[in-house]
């Protein structure tokens, strides 16, 4: 199965300016990726770099981004929000759900048993867990990823 950032298109670095920010950096890549004709509705980033977006602060020392006391879902421009580890730190992935589609042919299929070769005689259980899954790609060019200047 090819992954999100497999099959991505990269972003167009010539959009970045001179001071941009992470926050630019992202406006940039949502337009570019929704220049494909599919609406922008995720961000994918590492820890780490949603917290750098989330603890910039202004001249005086105010969050720009965030509220600490929030209990909003994490938000960028109206999109949502996912960090995970997953995600290569300095590295972003945007784009939109309909760009990507999982096909689930079979469920997950969890079967146990204890007469398989010598399980019974070493009381040992043998565990086998399947699932069929696809994944269709129809418009890579509306997936971005890219990597943050340092």
Partial sequence: ?????TVATDYETSRTQSGDTRIDILSHAYTQASLAYYPVDYTILHPNDWEKIMLQKDGEGRYIWANPGSVLAPQI???RVVATAAQEEGRFTVG???ASQIFDREE????????????FE????????EERLAVAHYRPEAIITGEFPA
């Avoid at 997950?108 to 399980?119: F, G, R, W």
């Avoid at 070493?122 to 867990?129: A, I, K, P, Y």
Wanted: aromatic share 6%; no cysteine; charged share 30%.
């Fill in 108 to 119: 997950i299929a969890v079967e146990i048993a204890t007469e398989n070769d010598k399980d």
């Fill in 96 to 98: 939109a759900r309909m």
């Fill in 77 to 79: 421009w109206g999109r």
């Fill in 1 to 5: 199965i090819e992954g999100l950032n």
């Fill in 122 to 129: 070493f009381n040992l259980v043998t565990l086998r867990g």
